[in-house]
């Protein structure tokens, strides 16, 4: 099972990278950001796209420039942490089910997951889950269930026999 343990440790990456995104930071890249995403979001807060390519320019090159406008982030630390105990939940069951003597169901819990995160990400706009930690929960995912396979074929060689499969 400590290989499975390891999972919900390992899932820290995906989630800090979530809270990169809505932690403000003052300095001049984090409004190098701010510029770039208000940019692509038509958030321009009262500017055009042309005033806000030539102030990102200023910001660029170390000249004094109007303080981009905070973008309000579309999640919070509340949407991060639900994420992590979804996956923790999903780590659970796989648990449950080598423990239970059986192969766990990961089809059935990995569309459980995967509903409930889509779920949570419709309340955010859709803004939670970007194409890259789509891309790093499915590897997440299928990394777990692949450990939980051979967690079970421990517990059953361990046992003395398939009939527990």
């Known amino acids: ?3 499975l343990e390891e999972f919900k440790e390992n899932k ?3 989630l800090e990278d979530a809270l990169g995104s809505i932690t403000p930071a003052n300095d001049y890249e984090a409004d190098i950001y701010r510029f770039m995403r208000s940019y692509l979001d038509d958030e321009l807060g009262g500017m055009d796209k042309a005033e806000l390519l030539e ?3 200023k910001c660029i090159t170390g000249q004094p420039y109007i303080y981009p406008k905070a973008c309000e982030p579309f999640f919070s630390q509340k949407e991060i942490d639900e994420l992590g105990k979804i996956m923790d939940r999903f780590i659970d069951g796989l ?3 080598c423990l239970d003597g059986h192969l766990p169901p990961a089809k059935a819990l990995t569309d459980k997951m995967w509903s409930e995160i889509h779920t949570l990400d419709e309340k955010t ?3 939670l889950i970007d194409s890259w930690r789509c891309d790093e929960i499915y590897n997440w995912m299928q990394e777990a269930c692949e450990a939980s396979i051979q967690e079970a074929l421990e517990i059953k060689n361990n046992m003395g026999g398939i009939q527990m499969l």
Do not use: D
């Open 1 to 3: 099972m400590e290989r």
């Open 55 to 57: 102030e990102l320019v």
């Open 95 to 97: 648990m449950e089910g």
């Open 125 to 127: 706009g859709k803004h």
């Open 12 to 14: 820290q990456y995906i």
